[in-house]
């Protein structure tokens, strides 16, 4: 199979991110319209449990990436199908397990989370995705460790417009029930989604099978034992990541009672943190994800060549690619946080101050992401799960100390996930320097996209001032100025070469 260079595989994957997050935001306009900032709280309070099961299987597809990268760079035939018969078993009964217990035991997990219990629907309606998810992901891993990243791009965006469907649709029609239902309804339509995309994945997968003439694969016991020595510390490092998520839905609303708030208060307050903020925080996001799923492959395949050169190489690339996603994206958000909240939730754009702040966390949790793939790639598991988790401990005592207060309420929670993810950025850059003895070229990768973003962003509020005065419309002003920001943007990442044309062209040519 073709293999897809680390730009070309991170620019399809992340142009599937942002078109899948941009659906996403097509699923919220509506869900906000028929629920409120109430409903998206119930129905987000279920999100933090279901992403902690997609954390704890995300080092499966990780783990398979990278194995079968590893068999693929040998031409071990046999023995990437072999993986993909040992970690089918194992989601298999993860996947079941999950859907089982957050199924039979949502109203006992609600009590004892201290959740409203109209998030009881919420948990319900997501309790059966993960059985579907689990199978998912073994065949993203799949196509990811052979470098297409292809069927996973476009797995993603059918999973979102099944979700969008779906979701949208089950929350209409339940809207009479009430509010509690409606929010349920969307929740579900995570599973019907995942359904869709887990039918187009398989069958790609088939056919590949096919190709290979592969008709029956034999058990291996070792292949298991390979799979959960790899998946184990990434495992846990994406749950410790996820419990910073957790960590808001348990504590931020009860530390807001504490603060004086109504359980109605604490809950907006709480919808507009997770259902609003860290929606749009999510977009560039999910490029840095894009490139992090890439990378890790690559890495991988080059490292157990021992191609060490070719690996500090992607490693530089990688930090600059993040850099160039990260720095701009803080800018934009940070300077344009009201504009932004109200065009993509017009006439419910309370939070903005949320997003203003949030946006700060962004290069650090990009340099979080980006480091930690490195690390992993290069069979590093262990220091970057040990860094997060250190980073999850200073999160959970700020937020603990920091949101009751009055002066700082909601705030307290996005104060204290910057400081968390700052730490373990830092913790994660000592460890690379340490363990792979690699030097980052800092004006390449930080001083150059700092100066582009700043000229960028003087331009992009000049041009959203000027428009507004003359057209009064948000909306327009909004988009005119994003879309000429990027262009300056890109234009002055030429000018200042911090990526090089023909090194452009040599990484899409390659493979």
Not at 114 to 121: C, I, L, S, T
Not at 355 to 383: A, C, E, H, M, V
Request: glycine fraction near 8%; include cysteine; aromatic fraction near 12%.
């Amino acid at each position: 199979m073709k293999k897809q260079s680390l730009i070309k595989g991170s620019l399809i994957l992340g142009v599937a991110g942002i078109l899948t997050r941009f659906l996403g935001l097509f699923f919220r306009w509506p869900l906000i319209m028929l629920i409120g900032d109430e409903g998206i709280g119930y129905y987000q309070m279920s999100y933090p449990l279901y992403m902690f099961f997609v954390a704890i299987a995300s080092g499966i597809p990780i783990a398979i990436s990278k194995m079968i990268s590893e068999n693929n760079a040998i031409d071990d035939i046999n023995g990437i199908f072999e993986i993909m018969k040992e970690s089918a078993i194992l989601m298999a009964i993860l996947g079941t397990g999950t859907t089982f217990a957050l199924f039979f035991f949502a109203k006992p997990i609600i009590s004892f989370l201290k959740w409203d219990p109209k998030a009881y629907y919420s948990l319900i309606g997501i309790s059966f995705a993960p059985i579907i998810i689990s199978f998912i992901t073994i065949f993203r891993g799949f196509f990811q460790g052979l470098q297409n990243m292809s069927p996973s791009a476009t797995s993603q965006l059918i999973e979102q417009i099944g979700r969008i469907i779906f979701g949208v649709g089950l929350a209409v029609i339940l809207l009479p029930r009430g509010i509690e239902y409606s929010a349920g309804g969307a929740a579900f339509g995570a599973t019907a989604g995942a359904i869709m995309a887990g039918v187009y994945l398989f069958s790609k997968y088939k056919k590949i099978k096919k190709e290979y003439g592969i008709k029956k694969v034999k058990t291996n016991p070792d292949v298991l034992s390979d799979i959960l020595r790899i998946a184990i510390p990434i495992s846990l490092g994406a749950t410790v990541g996820s419990i910073m998520g957790l960590i808001d839905s348990i504590v931020v609303p009860q530390k807001l009672l504490e603060a004086g708030l109504t359980n109605m208060q604490s809950t907006v307050l709480y919808a507009q943190l997770t259902g609003k903020a860290s929606v749009i925080v999510n977009v560039p996001l999910t490029l840095s994800m894009a490139l992090c799923i890439s990378l890790i492959p690559i890495i991988a395949e080059n490292f157990i060549l021992k191609n060490h050169v070719e690996v500090k190489r992607k490693i530089n690339m990688s930090m600059k690619m993040s850099a160039v996603i990260a720095i701009p994206c803080m800018f934009g958000i940070f300077f344009l946080a009201e504009p932004i909240m109200r065009l993509i939730f017009p006439g419910r754009f309370a939070g903005a101050g949320i997003l203003k702040y949030l946006s700060l966390s962004i290069p650090f949790i990009i340099l979080t992401q980006t480091t930690t793939s490195i690390l992993q790639g290069t069979d590093n598991y262990i220091i970057p799960v040990i860094n997060l988790f250190i980073g999850c401990f200073i999160k959970g005592i700020l937020t603990w100390i920091l949101v009751p207060m009055k002066a700082f309420n909601i705030y307290g929670a996005v104060i204290a996930s910057i400081i968390a993810y700052l730490v373990s950025s830092i913790l994660n850059l000592i460890a690379m320097k340490w363990k792979l003895k690699i030097k980052l070229n800092v004006y390449e990768i930080l001083i150059k996209p700092a100066y582009a973003s700043t000229l960028m962003m003087i331009l992009v509020l000049i041009s959203y001032n000027y428009i507004y005065k003359s057209t009064t419309s948000n909306g327009i002003s909004c988009l005119i100025s994003i879309f000429l920001g990027i262009i300056v943007y890109i234009i002055l990442i030429m000018l200042l070469r911090v990526f090089k044309i023909e090194e452009i062209k040599s990484r899409f040519r390659r493979n």
